[in-house]
């Protein structure tokens, strides 16, 4: 039996760390932020993966380590699996949670949405999908750092089309 | 009885490395654990086994000496385990338990916040553990 953590803890964890390091300790300097924030999902990712493949044949290719993270990797942190899995068979995947948990409870501010519709240029620079944005990359850094311990090494980013759904582009280094 | 254990990262890198004996022949085992790497990747290079059995993390009997066995263990993420006994007559279930529960140790061990990847495993509670299961090897089956 696994100890477990309360779900609102860990939503308060995250909010509380990315808000220390965007307006904290890294105020004026998002993209440092964002990297330290990955860097604290790829530790994170990478004991986990340590964990949660002990009692299983290690992988013999690129795709059954993804459908791992899919599957039970994913079932473990978030208690669903990825919803769709697509990939051009060239090191490229894409992982879709129609239901991200870590997003869940997030909206954007209505104010900036209204705002955004006339021009897509707009929308990349639109706050509210930035300061959205911070948000995954611990996710992201999650991903790289269990994909890595495996033997993968791959950038990984996310992609928020509607919330909450939520795609993971993870590209594997050759 | 076990007279040394050891962890061993991806690039080769020893990450634990312990022995289990009065006599000063410490040397002589961490020869033995490195000459065992070679096998080790022997082994997973050229499977010769199929079926459920491929791919395993339990690597089985790498090879015997005149005085000792060897037993590796190869997990997921690329790191050896290696065990060097001097019984005879080893139970396969035996070796696989205490595979496990090394495992089991190991993952607690670098779990620690504080704990760089790939370098040298320091915990005291690591050390405590695994002479604890060490200890406790073959006991059960008897």
């Known amino acids: 039996m696994g100890r477990e953590v309360s779900e609102s803890c860990i939503d308060s964890l995250l909010t509380e760390m990315v808000s220390s390091y965007c307006n904290h300790f890294y105020a004026n300097k998002p993209e440092l932020a964002a990297r330290r924030i990955e860097a604290i999902g790829y530790q994170v990712g990478h004991q986990l993966s340590e964990r949660y493949t002990m009692e299983r044949p290690r992988f013999s290719d690129h795709l059954e380590a993804i459908k791992f993270i899919c599957k039970d990797f994913w079932s473990e942190l978030f208690k669903k699996q990825i919803d769709n899995l697509k990939t051009n068979h060239r090191g490229t995947f894409v992982l879709q949670d129609n239901r991200f948990r870590w997003l869940a409870r997030m909206s954007l501010d209505p104010t900036a949405d209204d705002a955004v519709p006339q021009d897509p240029a707009d929308f990349a620079e639109s706050k509210a999908a930035q300061a959205m944005s911070m948000y995954l990359y611990f996710p992201c850094g999650i991903i790289r750092g269990a994909l890595s311990n495996l033997g993968i090494p791959c950038a990984v980013s996310a992609d928020i089309s509607n919330l909450p759904a939520c795609s993971f582009v993870v590209r594997i280094k050759a | ?142």
């Open chain 2, 1 to 142: 009885m076990i007279v040394c254990v050891a962890v061993v990262g991806h690039q080769n890198n020893p990450l634990y490395i312990q022995s289990f004996t009065e006599a000063d022949d410490a040397l002589k085992l961490h020869h033995i654990v490195h000459c065992s790497l070679d096998v080790v990747d022997e082994r997973v290079n050229n499977p010769k086994k199929s079926g459920p059995t491929l791919n395993e993390t339990f690597l089985g009997l790498l090879y015997p000496t005149e005085n000792y066995k060897v037993y590796g263990y190869l997990t997921n993420t690329k790191v050896k385990f290696i065990l060097v006994t001097t019984d005879l007559d080893v139970r396969d279930v035996d070796v696989r338990n205490f595979f496990r529960r090394f495992h089991a140790a190991y993952v607690d061990a670098v779990s620690n916040p504080f704990h760089v990847p790939g370098k040298k495993i320091t915990s005291r509670t690591f050390a405590e553990r695994v002479s604890n299961i060490v200890k406790s090897f073959g006991l059960s089956s008897t």
